[in-house]
């Protein structure tokens, strides 16, 4: 996991001053460091029969779908509002300064599939969040939630409370 740690750009300042942002688009042009994630995930969720894998628009949509398919699951985007193109549920939720919207097909997930969150960086738990309600309520069984950054000091898992967490990174 340090090699991976090692991977990752911190930027300061960004996207505003006080702020360090932990860059995965290093980790991501590195062959060896990438599929060390995916295998990692994929090793740790391959018997967990799982139907379908959730990614949150940007950034997971490069890890769910390759983790997705190496164990045999089926991947649903969750996007910004007004990109996905049949009928959708909706969830606007709260920022540190505002609130965000997002969306999901409502037949992505049926009625008692188990279904996997997996993004890039769990920070203070929001979106996570939001996530998980969208697939209850549309009838899925959330088995889990897995990133590869957790920042541990904005205590975003308190916001997951219930939901097993497998995060590959901790700051």
Known sequence: ???LKSLIREVPDFPKKGIL?????????DAEGFRHVID???EIFKNQEIHQIVGVEARGFIFAPAVAYAIGAGFVPVRKPKKLPAATERITYDLEYGTDTLEIHRDG?????????LDDVLATGGTAA???KLIQKLGGQVVGAAFVVELDFLKGRQKLE???ITSLLHY
Not at 21 to 29: E, P, V
Not at 110 to 117: I, K
């Open 40 to 42: 990692g995930f994929s």
């Open 109 to 117: 997930i049926t009625p008692g599939q188990r279904v996997l969150l």
């Open 21 to 29: 942002f932990y860059d995965i688009t290093t980790l991501l042009k």
């Open 162 to 164: 219930g939901i097993d």
């Open 1 to 3: 996991m340090e090699r």
């Open 130 to 132: 939001a996530v998980v």
